[in-house]
């Protein structure tokens, strides 16, 4: 089974469970500031939901981007944790205007053929991060 993450957009979340090339489950959620909340229980419960478990997994696709930089960091992150910790591959996948869930899922699809353990899959923003930019000093 492949799991599909994307975060990309700080105000949803959508996530896919495939297997061979059927989408299994999909799930879309608002996510605002609560993805980091939501994503591991929505994870969990739709991998329940087909009666599976992790162990099942043989890979985990990301949209690595570009998108709000800390929507984008939750999801690479737990896409990385969870390849890592299973010893599966994880696929960064690059958005597009035009993609939608279910061409992401293709792309997944094709990829993952020739995906190899261990990988690392790193944040695209598509712009420089504003977090590092001077703040105001105070004068105390």
């Known amino acids: 089974m492949l799991l599909l993450i ?18 299994l489950v999909k799930r ?4 605002q500031y609560h993805q980091s909340e939501k994503l591991l229980p929505a994870l969990q419960n739709m991998l329940q939901s087909v009666g599976a478990a992790w162990p099942q997994l043989r890979a985990v696709g990301v949209v690595s981007g570009p998108g709000s930089f800390t929507a984008l960091r939750l999801g690479v992150v737990t896409a990385n944790t969870l390849a890592w910790a299973l010893r599966i591959s994880v696929i960064g996948l690059r958005l597009s205007p035009a993609d939608t ?14 995906a190899k353990f ?7 923003y598509g712009q420089a991060p504003s977090i590092s930019q001077r703040k105001n000093q105070f004068n105390l």
């Open 118 to 124: 261990p990988t690392l899959v790193a944040p695209v």
């Open 28 to 31: 879309e959620f608002p996510g």
């Open 6 to 23: 994307n975060t990309a957009k700080s105000q949803a979340t959508a996530l896919a469970l495939i297997d061979g090339k059927k989408i």
């Open 101 to 114: 869930l279910n061409t992401l899922v293709n792309q997944l699809i094709r990829r993952s053929a020739q």
